[in-house]
């Protein structure tokens, strides 16, 4: 059963526009969600974080929206660079758990 | 500089025959887990460990053994590699499992391919 969901495995935004990644998840125990990037021949790295106390996150360009009622949270990326274009990585923790459960990956492809 | 290093990064090899992938880090961390990437299914995690000498399953664990002797390396070990353990690895570690304030850096990642 799969607790956080990529639906959309990829997405195409022109330079300097938004680019809105979507990420749902089933488990209501969840109480931390983290992004990750991740460009070919290297590992995801962090990219921003929200906790579940919180509604929006925001660190420069980048953005997360938390959504609890819908279980649902967004990256929003402003304005797109052509070296944001990268694999997303959705994370979500459970309360007091030692472990992330990962989405499947969202890739992003910003154009010039 | 603060890093991961995971090696091989390439690895091709037979059913089973005995390997092992290594994971060091230089960041005193206390978590350190492995995952494995596979298409459409995401980074699934194999094992981690919350400091020396404490490890445990996480979702994928069959086929897996690890070992925490020291805090800085996590070992993965393949003790008869099968066909459906094809997959790129990556190593992972934080200061804590909570992840609060302590994202988890990962390594490069390790492809390994089993004919």
């Known amino acids: ?112 | 500089e603060a890093q991961v290093t995971q090696n091989p990064r390439y690895l091709i090899t037979v059913t089973g025959k005995k390997l092992t992938v290594t994971c060091s880090q230089n960041m005193n961390h206390e978590y350190m887990s492995w995952y494995r990437q596979d298409p459409g299914l995401g980074l699934r995690q194999i094992y981690y460990s919350m400091n020396v000498e404490v490890t445990d399953k996480g979702d994928v664990p069959e086929g897996y053994k690890v070992s925490r002797k020291e805090k800085r390396n996590f070992p993965l070990i393949l003790e008869s590699p099968s066909p459906n353990q094809t997959s790129l690895y990556f190593c992972a570690s934080s200061w804590t499992g909570g992840f609060l304030n302590s994202p988890l850096h990962f390594g490069n990642g390790t492809r390994l391919t089993v004919t």
Request: aromatic share 12%; glycine share 8%.
């Open chain 1, 1 to 112: 059963d799969q607790q956080v969901k990529q639906n959309s495995p990829s997405l195409s935004v022109q330079e300097g526009r938004i680019s809105i990644l979507n990420c749902d998840y089933t488990n209501s125990m969840f109480d931390y969600f983290l992004w990750y990037k991740k460009y070919p021949a290297e590992g995801p790295t962090f990219l921003i974080s929200i906790s579940s106390i919180k509604d929006k996150n925001e660190d420069g360009r980048f953005t997360v929206f938390l959504n609890k009622s819908a279980k649902h949270l967004s990256l929003h990326i402003v304005p797109s660079q052509p070296g944001d274009s990268a694999v997303y990585f959705c994370a979500a923790r459970k309360g007091g758990s030692e472990k992330l459960v990962f989405g499947k990956g969202t890739k992003l492809t910003v154009n010039p």
